[in-house]
């Protein structure tokens, strides 16, 4: 071979392997995280920018600084029954109404104010979509439309050999989080979901408020009071007797959540975090300026998830659920719970992007956040006013309480925000559904939107790249 033909074949096989090794590395691990605010449209990010920052829109991911980009998502579901949230202790019977098949047109979505407020789904259907990329009927949790189970993302990627988890600081088997890898007709057999959640070898990793020991304000009862949403009687006694109960290692106390978020104890293979609280993290005493200390935050438990899932070394999914702020509007809440709840989740995303650039990477790692649908119709006080339509919250200044309305008691039909950082941007934005200028104008995006159902195809391609 002449002297040229050696250079050549050197070089092409040196390209070859540079290519080989750079992709190695690329793709030497693929993650996924999805985190949702529980009923968090635009108005609930909106007004908890205005009172964190002073800004509407003064986050990173909502500036679009670091490699965030925008879209808004729609959420509607197939006919069936809006099942109110349930996560406040002792609240009662829930109302319900029926829905129609959902849609959604920008065409006609806003020029009646009422509109946004009709066919709304619930979170099983949401979650559905968002696990399964199928839409469903509200009040189911991964069946179709013909009452047949539908394999979830988080069974997807396990069978291919990567890990799993469901993370919420609500009832640990509520809709959200049950989405990952349940399957029931009935979102509210909350005890039968867990009991799927924690023995099918899926997750491994499950945490969420339902401690039947402590009340809601994470104070020790006197008598033990088993929660709808987490394990039942025989299941606890279970998991307090056995060390290994199905495999899990089982924590309650702060300082073990945080010690495996830091890095101080060595993350066990599958975690049950069950913290001293129930119905949900924060303190629902009169004085909410305080949260629960004993109970750990939202980034505690989301760092010490991660640390679990980082050990297989293949990659994970992971959905993080940020479950109050729904239960909060259903209840026209205008208190500091709901920029409490909504601080601790934007301190849980900054964490959350250090953790990746310190033990993964934007080329393996994908960030979303969005939430399952909007709650309250969260608007401005003069939004229903003809003068002044679709007004959007009045910030006041950092540390004060926007001007703000709601303006019903049920979920919406109106596109929710999702802000997506990492690897696959490019896989959701190539499946843009239309462009909603209007609505765009209104929040201040450009207006693309992505339907919920989006998420799993784009994840999957990312997943199947090894």
Same mark, same amino acid.
Not at 61 to 74: A, D, I, Q, V, Y
Not at 159 to 168: D, L
Not at 346 to 369: G, H, Q
Not at 446 to 466: H, S, Y
């Given at each position: 071979m002449s002297r040229v033909g050696r250079f050549f074949s050197h070089w092409t096989l040196g390209l070859v392997l540079a290519f080989v090794l750079c992709a190695g590395s690329v793709f030497? =691990?693929?993650?996924?995280?999805?985190? +949702?605010?529980?009923?968090?449209?635009?108005?609930?990010?909106?007004?908890?920018?205005?009172?964190r920052t002073g800004e509407d829109r003064g986050l990173p991911?909502?500036?679009?600084?670091?490699? !965030?980009?925008?879209? $808004?998502? /729609?959420t509607y579901s197939l006919s069936g029954v809006v099942q109110h949230s349930q996560f406040e202790e002792n609240a009662g019977p829930q109302k319900t109404s029926y829905s129609e098949d959902g849609s959604y047109d920008p065409a006609t979505h806003w020029v009646d104010f009422r509109t946004h407020m009709k066919n709304a789904t619930d979170s099983a259907a949401s979650s559905t979509a968002l696990n399964t990329g199928v839409k469903t009927k509200n009040g189911r949790?991964? #069946?179709? =439309?013909?009452?047949?189970?539908? *394999?979830?993302?988080? *069974?997807? &990627?396990?069978?291919?050999? #990567? @890990?799993?988890?469901?993370? /919420?600081n609500v009832?640990?088997?509520?809709? /959200?989080?049950?989405?990952?890898?349940?399957?029931?007709?009935k979102r509210g057999e909350g005890m039968d979901i867990w009991r799927e959640m924690v023995? =099918? %070898?899926?997750?491994?990793? +499950?945490?969420?408020?339902?401690?039947? !020991?402590?009340?809601?304000?994470?104070?020790?009862? %006197?008598?033990?009071?088993?929660?709808?949403?987490?394990?039942?009687?025989?299941?606890?006694?279970?998991?307090?007797?056995?060390?290994?109960?199905?495999? !899990? =290692?089982?924590?309650?106390?702060?300082? %073990?959540?945080?010690?495996? @978020?830091?890095?101080?104890? @060595?993350?066990?293979?599958?975690?049950?975090?069950?913290?001293?609280?129930? $119905?949900?993290?924060q303190a629902s005493r009169a004085d909410e300026n305080k949260r629960n200390e004993t109970v750990p935050t939202m980034t505690e438990c989301a760092l010490a998830g991660l640390n679990v899932l980082n050990q297989n070394e293949k990659g994970f999914y992971v959905l993080i659920e940020s479950g109050a702020v729904d239960g909060l509007a259903h209840g026209n809440k205008k208190s500091r719970r709901l920029f409490d709840?909504?601080?601790?989740?934007?301190?849980? +995303? %900054? @964490?959350?992007?250090? !953790?990746?650039?310190?033990?993964?990477?934007?080329?393996?790692? /994908?960030?979303?956040?969005?939430a399952d649908h909007e709650t309250g119709a969260l608007w401005g006080p003069d939004a229903d006013k003809e003068a002044t339509l679709f007004q959007t919250p009045i910030g006041k200044g950092?540390? &004060?309480?926007? *001007?703000?309305?709601?303006?019903?008691?049920?979920?919406?039909?109106?596109?929710?925000?999702?802000?997506?950082?990492?690897?696959?941007?490019?896989?959701?934005?190539?499946? &843009?559904?239309?462009?909603d200028e209007k609505f765009g104008k209104m929040w201040g995006f450009?207006?693309?939107?992505?339907?919920?159902?989006?998420?799993?195809?784009?994840?999957?391609?990312?997943?199947?790249?090894?």
């Open positions: 030497a =691990k693929t993650n996924v995280i999805l985190v +949702v605010v529980d009923g968090g449209g635009y108005g609930a990010y909106r007004v908890a920018s205005q009172f991911f909502m500036k679009g600084e670091n490699g !965030w980009r925008e879209f $808004g998502c /729609t949790v991964n #069946f179709d =439309k013909n009452d047949k189970p539908i *394999e979830t993302l988080a *069974e997807y &990627v396990v069978k291919r050999g #990567f @890990a799993a988890g469901a993370i /919420t009832g640990a088997s509520h809709a /959200t989080p049950a989405g990952v890898a349940a399957h029931n007709m023995k =099918k %070898d899926v997750l491994s990793v +499950v945490m969420g408020a339902s401690h039947p !020991w402590y009340d809601s304000n994470a104070e020790r009862r %006197d008598e033990m009071k088993i929660q709808k949403y987490g394990p039942s009687e025989h299941a606890w006694g279970k998991i307090t007797t056995e060390e290994l109960y199905y495999g !899990w =290692k089982f924590i309650e106390k702060r300082e %073990d959540f945080q010690k495996i @978020a830091s890095g101080e104890m @060595a993350p066990p293979k599958k975690l049950m975090g069950l913290p001293q609280v129930s $119905g949900t993290f709840e909504m601080n601790e989740f934007f301190d849980m +995303v %900054d @964490a959350i992007c250090e !953790w990746v650039e310190k033990n993964s990477s934007w080329e393996e790692t /994908t960030l979303v956040l969005t950092k540390g &004060v309480i926007p *001007e703000m309305g709601y303006f019903t008691g049920g979920h919406t039909n109106a596109p929710v925000p999702f802000f997506v950082r990492g690897a696959g941007l490019p896989n959701l934005e190539k499946r &843009v559904r239309c462009t450009d207006g693309r939107i992505l339907d919920n159902t989006d998420f799993v195809p784009a994840a999957k391609e990312l997943f199947d790249r090894q």
